[in-house]
């Protein structure tokens, strides 16, 4: 039987080339997404739609993926990464940022308590910002740094049942946005300096997977830039 996974955020971007390697794997998807789906159809992929800053439709996601189990991975990848000064209201920005990263996966995993498959792995994609923190998006980073922090606790709870890891990436993929010039400003803050693409974090995902020793642990992925000088943290998006 196929193994199969739940992968949030999975339609578009990272979850998108996550959700697409699985599948090459012959594993069954169950993708999330929001707004779109970029995901073409196929056989083995069942895509949910669900606004993970609404805890109404958290829960309707929830009552959906009882039904789909049992998992043998699941991997927090939602996201939403909007600077503080942009936020028209702020108890809205705060409570956008926790739910999409802190109370959406909080309230999956405890959906699926009762249908992991054996052996199975969770993964929680948090940030460098975690643990360095930027003052131009203290919200998102204190979300993150729930999302990691609740993360290592369920490495706790789940101990003997699911193994859980975190997974703190970098600089490795940039959106049309990003300019050259800021582009080589971040990549000059990196020790291997250069764009290592999505496929490193689908490496990392693959080891975390399949490594039976390894839980409890935050793994960067960020091309050495956590030890570099620290960064400059007002340069512009």
């Known amino acids: 039987m196929a193994k199969r996974i739940f992968i949030t955020g999975g339609g578009r971007r990272l979850g998108r080339t996550l959700s697409e390697h699985y599948l090459a794997q012959g594993w069954q998807v169950v993708a999330h997404y929001n707004t779109r789906s970029e995901l073409e159809a196929h056989p083995n992929l069942t895509s949910v739609k669900a606004d993970l800053s609404d805890v109404r439709d958290i829960e309707k996601l929830c ?92 490495a706790q709870r789940l101990a003997g049942r699911v193994r859980v890891n975190v997974i703190q990436p970098g600089p490795v993929q940039f959106l049309p946005e990003h300019d050259e010039a800021y582009r080589q400003r971040v990549l000059s803050q990196s020790l291997i300096g250069e764009e290592l693409g999505y496929g490193a974090i689908v490496s990392a995902c693959d080891y975390l997977l399949s490594a039976r020793a390894v839980t409890g642990t935050v793994m960067r992925v960020d091309g050495g830039r956590f030890v570099t000088n620290r960064y400059d943290q007002t340069f512009s998006s």
């Open 63 to 154: 009552n959906e993926l009882q039904a789909l189990g049992p998992f043998d991975a699941v991997i927090h990848n939602a996201s939403c990464f909007v600077p503080d000064a942009a936020a028209a209201d702020l108890p809205e920005h705060i409570a956008m940022h926790q739910n999409v990263h802190v109370t959406a996966p909080v309230m999956i995993t405890e959906a699926l308590k009762e249908t992991w498959a054996e052996a199975a792995c969770m993964i929680s994609i948090s940030d460098i910002y975690a643990d360095i923190p930027n003052q131009r998006f203290a919200v998102y980073c204190a979300a993150k740094a729930g999302l990691q922090n609740w993360s290592l606790s369920m």
